[in-house]
């Protein structure tokens, strides 16, 4: 797996006022700010060419990425006149990719323990000629106790049937086949459209990351993370 997108162009209202002139990605925790955290997680895996879609207070992005000069090839998609939601962000910022790519949400603090986890996830999403394969954690390991589940997850079969008993959370990572966009008309979409065609098929496959999950989610989250 040799490219990646990280979503990078959301407003992070949930961390106001330090997003009111900083953008989410750039947040520290401890040394690191979250973007930096993950693009040292996707060097340290193997990815050698990273997308990073921004919007929001964008210049700050760009500004820190050329002081920066990460060891990989960096492509910054800037979604200058309107934000495209998630799924909208992934498929203009990889329009060009042909193969497999990961897709990688900076506000999880991604460390080494994900790697054997992401590897796991490459060779199933290959076995398995997947069209979209994510990583999913159960809600108990979460940091954020408020998270409701997201999904359900049994033998790599991703669904969300009954709201009342979904159980796992997404962590923020998957790997998408681009056929997944090839029916897709609008501009502005999020991804839950193109996941919930794939659990109609089923065709939405995951595993479960026993990985304690430490997500910035709100102000009070990430000020515990911060301190933790």
Known sequence: MIKA?????????????????????????????????TINFLQQYGVKQVVINVHYLSEQIVEYINKKKFNLDITIVNEKEKILD??????NATKNFKESFLCINPDTLWNLSYTNELKQMENE??????????????????????????FNLENNLITRTNNESLKYIYTGLQIINPEVFSNIKEKVFSMNKIWDELIKSRQLLGIESNIDFLHVSNLDIYKKLSIK
């Open 5 to 37: 997108i990280i979503l990078s162009a959301g407003f992070g209202k949930r961390l106001h006022p330090l997003t009111e002139s900083c953008p989410k990605p750039l947040l520290k925790i401890g040394k690191e700010t979250l973007l930096s955290n």
């Open 86 to 91: 998630t799924g909208g962000g992934i498929l």
């Open 125 to 150: 999403f290959f076995l398995n000629k997947a069209k979209c394969f994510m990583l999913v954690v159960n809600k108990i390991k979460s940091f954020d106790n408020k998270f409701k589940g997201d």
